[in-house]
């Protein structure tokens, strides 16, 4: 069993993220940014949560400066991660986007225990659901973008690693459908620690439900957008996340099946530098183009333009 250890934004708690053994690798470079005060504001009344600390360059930044960059360091250029909110604004016209099932509830059906805490899954999804605002680690729906109607599908990494059990299945299945029944193109942005162990079998049969329903797109003859961003990993990676038409990853972006720890603990060797990350991928032909943030909803306009064959408004 693997652990990833991020900080929770709102309260600095660590929260530990449990993920299928091998689902995500535990040398990950920790992405989530800490967010604090600078040290020369502190004591001073100053609101928490106004500044941000960049992991890589370490520069303080102001938290409107990073949102109003897309969440892309100012300085150093290093892609914190966006919330399924953040990224849907970020891809859908104002205004357009209108959410499919946002009230479909986890259920603790196999009244799952954490190892060695002993604390029900139950309790788990009540405080990912505060923390996030979302019933669960998936947002659906639909919108337009630039002018195209699309079924759009938002992973949420804050919500339990983005973990899919059987909700994230399901409202993806649905999404899928309702796209094929309104002639739709799909595109999924997923971020994904793999399939969600508290739910043990059910969340694994997503992985065939999830792929059904893509397959099922294809023969519908809708194009399929998948966007893998840090990081893409497990049963994601394992379904819908490698089935696009196109498949896109984010730069720098952790993209995978099993951890390079346990990959080199399997095959005893050392893995080349750089293994998993979206270039590698690219290289290796796991990933069809790597995209920077920014150009993202352009890059996806044109896509659609492509595959739909029809022409789509200029922007
Ligand atoms: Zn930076």
Redesign the pocket.
Known sequence: MLKIKTENPENKEKVVVQTPAGSIADNTQPVVPVQQQPPQQQGKGMPDGLWVK??????I?YNKELEDNLKV??????YFRMKAHERIKMLADEGTFKEYDPDIMPVDILNFLSYPEKKPYADKLKSEQKKTGLNEAVVTGECELSGVKVGIGVLDFYFQGGSMGSVMGEKIARLVEKSILKKMPVVIVSASGGARMQEGILSLMQMAKTSAAIGNLSRHKLPYISVMVDPTSGGVTASFAMLGDVNIGEPGAFIGFAGPVVIEQTIRQKLPPGFQSAEFSLEHGLVDIIIPRKELKAALHRLLGYMLAKPVAKQ
């Not at 960049?54 to 520069?59: A, D, F, S, T, V």
């Not at 360091?73 to 290093?78: F, I, L, S, V």
């Open positions: 960049c992991k890589k360059c370490e520069e930044i360091c100012p300085k150093c250029g290093y």
